[in-house]
């Protein structure tokens, strides 16, 4: 007699099961739209190209979606999670994973080198990120002093249009990508893909790092004073040709 089936759960009834057992709300002031495409998740992981000899560091895995792929691939994930229910949460549902390690933190305040070993500094970003520290995150491991090999992020559609636009329409966001690595859009991702969904839709986007800045580091910060002063200037010629027509 064969038993009977174990019903299939969407990621997306996954996600409103678990927000419901923990009586968590998605927190519009921390940007949180869970994926529960299981495509995306898919492409997302087959381009961060993971062996067990890789370490990754997760920025705001929430429900752990993308964490339970990554530590099934990879050999040390690390996942760095703001909200305190969430961190809770992440802590019971991966308990048993000695490859995993959950830090309860602002990415932001986290050098990257201080969540490394210190065997290793060798380390890929894999994330979905929150939309409201996006810019803010790509940068702060971009500029670290310990860089990924590369980054994998799901960032707004808008916002990868932007990083790896071409020197004509380059802003100083994404000068200051391309100056350490090479952006380029994998997919797009609809905002269905995510719980609550987003007013807009998504890309994943892939920054393979330089082996040296395009400038060296210690002229970066005249760089971007110079690059800064450039981009007000040009803004300021077209206003006053606007206004003269």
């Known amino acids: 007699m064969q038993g009977s089936a174990v019903p299939y759960e969407s990621l997306m009834q996954q996600a409103k099961r678990m927000l419901g ?34 370490t990754v560091i997760e920025v705001g895995p929430g429900l752990g979606v993308l964490t339970a792929e990554l530590v099934r691939q990879a050999g040390h994930v690390i996942a760095v999670e703001l909200d305190d229910k969430l ?22 305040r986290c050098h990257p ?5 210190q065997e290793s500094k060798r ?13 803010a995150v790509i ?22 249009r932007v ?29 269905s893909s995510f719980y ?5 839709d998504s890309a994943v986007l892939k920054i393979r790092v330089h082996a040296q800045p395009l400038i060296p580091r210690a002229g970066a910060p005249e760089f971007f004073t110079l690059a800064r ?7 300021n010629s077209w206003l006053i040709h606007l206004r003269m027509v």
């Not at 968590?24 to 062996?51: M, N, P, T, W, Y």
């Not at 992440?90 to 308990?95: E, Q, R």
């Open 21 to 54: 057992t923990m009586d968590i709300r998605a927190k519009k002031s921390l940007g949180q739209h869970f994926l529960v495409d299981s495509g995306a998740l898919g492409k997302i992981v087959a381009v961060a190209e993971l062996s067990a000899h890789d």
């Open 87 to 108: 961190s809770l949460m992440l802590h019971s549902t991966f308990a048993k994973c000695a490859n995993l390690r959950i830090v309860h933190d602002d990415i932001l």
């Open 113 to 117: 080198s201080s969540l490394l070993s």
């Open 123 to 135: 380390y890929k970003v894999v994330s979905n990120l929150p939309y409201y520290i996006t810019s």
């Open 139 to 160: 940068r702060h491991f971009l500029e670290s002093e310990c860089q990924p090999e590369f980054m994998v992020v799901m960032v707004q559609k808008e916002v990868a």
């Open 163 to 191: 990083i790896t636009a071409q020197p004509s329409e380059m802003s100083l966001l994404s000068v200051a990508v391309q100056l350490y690595g090479e952006p380029r859009i994998v997919c797009s991702v609809p905002a």
């Open 196 to 200: 609550p969904p987003p007013k807009v």
């Open 229 to 235: 002063a450039g981009f007000v200037l040009t803004a």
